[in-house]
């Protein structure tokens, strides 16, 4: 499959690009926005702000068809890099034709935990976006990328392109698969957890974790979201517990919270069997009908991090939250 060969109607088309020169990164990005220019296709080009130059400069007159976006500012989570792609989307489809998107992401400075979701991400994307007539290729620069997140590239992209030609990837790995064989156990709470005693309701989950929000030296907005948040997961978690239960059983659940540096963590787990939700949900933002899923985005968006498993039939959320000493956030 040549690189400017694209076609309406085939869904999503997601390839991965390894390139290790300035030259190497124009030779795949321009003929793929030429040719869906040329085809009055909405081409996005999310990248770094020097690729952006470079590939203005390369296109010269017709560079004025072409959307930009810094990959920096769009989706700094991705839970919100699913958002952005899905409102470009919405925005610029046009009937019968498709779209495409240079979507770089940006793994420099990433702590562990961040370049394992963004490389699930990266593989979701492939469930995420099936139904949009989308071809999007992701650049890899091998100068700044770390080996492992390059050679990650085969196993979340069913196609990867080379010079001129797409090649399959035959590393790939199914997007299910991929994501359950990332989740590994999760450890059990430390022993000097703070642990919610008594009947644990909506209101009493929102003032244990008001209580130590508050003690940590949350306030305001940062305060109330946190009380969104916990009410959000627990009215979830019971949810999926109500899916999953025997008639002769009550769903409910066990809360602790405590903190790590600049985060707090709570910790929610089903005390009766609850079903399993799918990878990817979540993901996706809400739509114009209420989801199951809606308060589960709405907490990816307000975390730092969300982490859901199954242990021995029973569900576990993990949630992590921004702590007073984070600036971004005042």
């Given at each position: 499959m040549a690189i400017d060969c694209g076609a309406s109607g085939t869904g999503f088309i997601h390839h991965a690009c390894l390139y290790d020169s300035d030259e190497a990164f124009v030779a795949m990005a321009l003929p793929f926005v030429e040719a869906g220019l040329v085809a009055g296709e909405p081409v996005l080009a999310a990248t770094t702000p020097a690729n952006i130059e470079l590939l203005r400069d390369a296109l010269g007159a017709r560079a004025h068809a072409l959307d930009t976006a810094e990959s920096a500012y769009f989706g700094r989570r991705p839970v919100e890099r699913v958002s952005a792609f899905l409102r470009y989307w919405n925005h610029r489809k046009v009937p019968g034709r498709q779209m495409r998107i240079i979507a770089e992401p940006l793994w420099a400075g990433k702590s562990t935990r961040q370049v394992a979701e963004w490389k699930r991400m990266e593989s979701g994307l492939n469930v995420l976006l099936a139904d949009a007539d989308l071809w999007m290729i992701c650049p890899y620069d091998t100068r700044t990328v770390p080996a492992a997140v390059a050679e990650a590239a085969s196993a979340t992209h069913p196609g990867q392109v080379v010079g001129a030609e797409v090649m399959s990837c035959d590393a790939y790995v199914d997007p299910d698969a991929y994501a359950v064989a990332g989740d590994a156990p999760l450890p059990e709470p430390p022993a000097g957890a703070a642990r919610l005693q008594g009947p644990v309701t909506p209101a009493a989950v929102r003032r244990f974790v008001r209580n130590r929000a508050q003690g940590a030296g949350l306030a305001g907005a940062r305060l109330a979201m946190a009380e969104i948040v916990a009410n959000e997961a627990l009215t979830y978690l019971l949810q999926c517990g109500q899916q999953g239960a025997r008639p002769d059983e009550a769903a409910g659940a066990r809360v602790c919270a405590w903190?790590?540096?600049?985060?707090?963590?709570?910790?929610?787990?089903?005390?009766?069997?609850?079903?399993?939700?799918?990878?990817?949900?979540?993901?996706?933002?809400?739509?114009?009908?209420?989801?199951?899923?809606?308060?589960?985005?709405?907490?990816?968006?307000?975390?730092?991090?969300?982490?859901?498993?199954?242990?021995?039939?029973?569900?576990r959320m993990r949630l992590r939250y921004a702590g007073a000493g984070d600036a971004e956030r005042l």
């Amino acid at each position: 499959m040549a690189i400017d060969c694209g076609a309406s109607g085939t869904g999503f088309i997601h390839h991965a690009c390894l390139y290790d020169s300035d030259e190497a990164f124009v030779a795949m990005a321009l003929p793929f926005v030429e040719a869906g220019l040329v085809a009055g296709e909405p081409v996005l080009a999310a990248t770094t702000p020097a690729n952006i130059e470079l590939l203005r400069d390369a296109l010269g007159a017709r560079a004025h068809a072409l959307d930009t976006a810094e990959s920096a500012y769009f989706g700094r989570r991705p839970v919100e890099r699913v958002s952005a792609f899905l409102r470009y989307w919405n925005h610029r489809k046009v009937p019968g034709r498709q779209m495409r998107i240079i979507a770089e992401p940006l793994w420099a400075g990433k702590s562990t935990r961040q370049v394992a979701e963004w490389k699930r991400m990266e593989s979701g994307l492939n469930v995420l976006l099936a139904d949009a007539d989308l071809w999007m290729i992701c650049p890899y620069d091998t100068r700044t990328v770390p080996a492992a997140v390059a050679e990650a590239a085969s196993a979340t992209h069913p196609g990867q392109v080379v010079g001129a030609e797409v090649m399959s990837c035959d590393a790939y790995v199914d997007p299910d698969a991929y994501a359950v064989a990332g989740d590994a156990p999760l450890p059990e709470p430390p022993a000097g957890a703070a642990r919610l005693q008594g009947p644990v309701t909506p209101a009493a989950v929102r003032r244990f974790v008001r209580n130590r929000a508050q003690g940590a030296g949350l306030a305001g907005a940062r305060l109330a979201m946190a009380e969104i948040v916990a009410n959000e997961a627990l009215t979830y978690l019971l949810q999926c517990g109500q899916q999953g239960a025997r008639p002769d059983e009550a769903a409910g659940a066990r809360v602790c919270a405590w903190e790590e540096p600049g985060i707090l963590t709570w910790d929610l787990f089903a005390t009766e069997r609850s079903a399993a939700p799918a990878a990817w949900a979540g993901f996706a933002p809400p739509g114009a009908a209420a989801g199951p899923d809606d308060g589960l985005w709405l907490i990816r968006n307000l975390c730092e991090s969300v982490e859901v498993r199954s242990v021995d039939g029973r569900l576990r959320m993990r949630l992590r939250y921004a702590g007073a000493g984070d600036a971004e956030r005042l």
